[in-house]
């Protein structure tokens, strides 16, 4: 998959219809189970095999839809691909989960070590 902004043609989410937002917002195995649900509606719909009449771009549209699964369904593969297929690098925190407990223990001193460095770690108040 291309690095960069993600368009129409390799955006797993539009392809499988997923909005986005909506998933971003969902437990693990809701995640799964409403991404499983849309792949086998859409496999169904553009199985070159229910397609006669038009098997060329079927089979195109399944292949799409099973890459877009394959990706989506495991969550280290949808972790990378959401990171990866932001334009720019602030694009990079929209997709990130909303609330995360270690970031949120961790986050007060991160913003500490980048607004004075690791010296306050080791300054004595004599």
Known sequence: MPRGKVTMKNDYYAILKL???KIRCMKTNEI???????????????HPDKNPDNQEEATIRFQ????????LVDDKKRQIYNIDS??????????????CEKCEKTLPDLVTFLQHGNR???TSKA
């Open 19 to 21: 909005n986005r937002n």
């Open 32 to 46: 799964k189970a409403e991404i499983k649900k849309s792949y086998r509606c859409l496999a169904m719909r553009w």
């Open 64 to 71: 799409e839809i099973s890459n877009a699964y394959e990706v």
């Open 86 to 99: 932001c334009d720019t690098s602030s694009d990079r925190w929209y997709h990130m989960p909303m609330k």
């Open 120 to 122: 306050h770690r080791y």
